[in-house]
């Protein structure tokens, strides 16, 4: 037997002598959980150890005298219990069908309770408060701390809040956080080899292919990269983890690869993260590159043909949900031929005789 | 906790007292202790009846306690030029360096408690420093007893796993008063 697995033998024999403890305690025991109980502690000295040892927890907790300054159940803390204000925006009918049929809408919660009779097939970590979205489905959820995420489609994130600190993990996608300001409890994302701390801001991350950006809408935040040693070996020298300030309107991507950064860069805040709002904008972006984005929260489809047109840069700020304002803007633009498959595949020019798959876009 | 419920807990201490004497005599570990007392139950608990067992766990249990206890307390005290109850009193005595290891034991509790989730947190802040009954919680936290009884029995694995033994057997008093045998 492994080592790990002993340790997690012990823990699950702590939890079921605390159990019986409180069986035992309640006094009104029924016969046959006194039998079960007697049976489980036959069964291995450990579970006489682990029982010995609850006693004594119980006895330590008893002598205990600093409740009061262990922090009770605050304000904060009880929007935990009351659930999370989730604001689902879902735009097409198609995509609420999906989620709810989905497999993976998981929403847990700290020491998760209620969400879990909302939703079959919630995934519960203790601890830990699971986000995702899936295509065409966008999420704004605040945190118990009061701290808001919003979640782009095709993103998950992971979310400890622990006393010291809020932790983050950006798995997937993009997310914009407005983080409610706590100098004593920093809030850290990270993603990647990335990691994002701030106190009280508002920031993006987005894991692209290829790295992982940063952008900082208000406040600051600090970025610090932890390069694999496997990184630095392939690199050929010695690893320099990155470390750097972003203030307002700052982006910088960091490279998955190398663990290097672009140059700091100074971007529209507001802009950049438009997503969050329903607003995408286009700051010469190729057509393919725009279509993709859409797809991104629609249901319905754009497929770019045309190869010059799919190349073609255009700017220009769309409602994310109306894809065929979009459409009607290259149309104006451009003068190509927009066909349609059905109710949710629009084409952008017409596609070469015997092509079976239309190109996709998407991120 | 007062009464008939606290009774199994007290159970421990009636183990333990005599092996502390023994061991302290030893200057043996701390750590081995309650492994040595489990088996000793387990072996005994072998030998009783198990209906008997099943129709009085708790008196079965007493009745190994003392029957143990008697044992540790006879070895112990033949080991012992004076009295076996001399060590317990130094022990007991608050001297300088047991109120300084009462304020680590307190410490380490507190650190303990203040990492738990913040619902098995308050169950037990409820619970222990409030007084208040499972029933209660439930009321006050809209539970079912299930979840917390659940929540309570994470909350002492986690304990378990996180608090160090030696920082909280070193500082925490024996109680004065109170014992229910």
Redesign the interface.
Known sequence: MSRYSRKER???A??????W??T????VAS?TE??E???W??E???H???L??????????????????????DQE?NS??RLLSVVNRQRTRAAVVRSFLGRHVVLAT??G?AIAALCAGVAMR??QTVISTQWGERREVTL?DGSIVDLAPNSDVRVRL??KRRLVSLDRGEALFHVAKNPNRPFIVSAENTRVRAVGTAFDVARRAGGVAVTVVEGRVSVTTQTSLAVGLKAGRAETPIRLSLGANQQVVVFSSTGDATPVRQVQGEAEVAWATDQLDFDNESVAEVAGRFNLYNHTQIRVWDQTLAARRVSGSFKATDPESFVAFIKSVAGVTIMRQGDDVILLGTPPKGASAPPTHQR | MTGTSNRLAEWFYEWRQPLRRFLLRRRAGSAADIEDIAQEVFLRLLRYDRSDLIDHPQAYLYKIAANVSAEWAARSSRSLPHSAEWLVELVDALSPETVAGHGAAEAELQRAIAALPSRQREIVRLHFGEGMTHEDITKQLGLTRRMVKRDLARAYAALRASLDPDLVEAGLPWPSSGRAL
């Open positions: 012990r823990l699950e702590a939890e079921e002598a605390a159990h403890l409180f035992l305690q309640s006094e016969r006194r039998a109980f007697i049976d502690l036959r291995s000295p450990l006489v150890a682990e010995l040892r609850a006693c004594r927890l119980q006895r330590d907790l008893s002598a205990f005298s600093k409740w009061h300054e262990i922090q009770a159940y803390d935990v219990v700290v020491g309770l203790l601890g118990a622990q006393a």
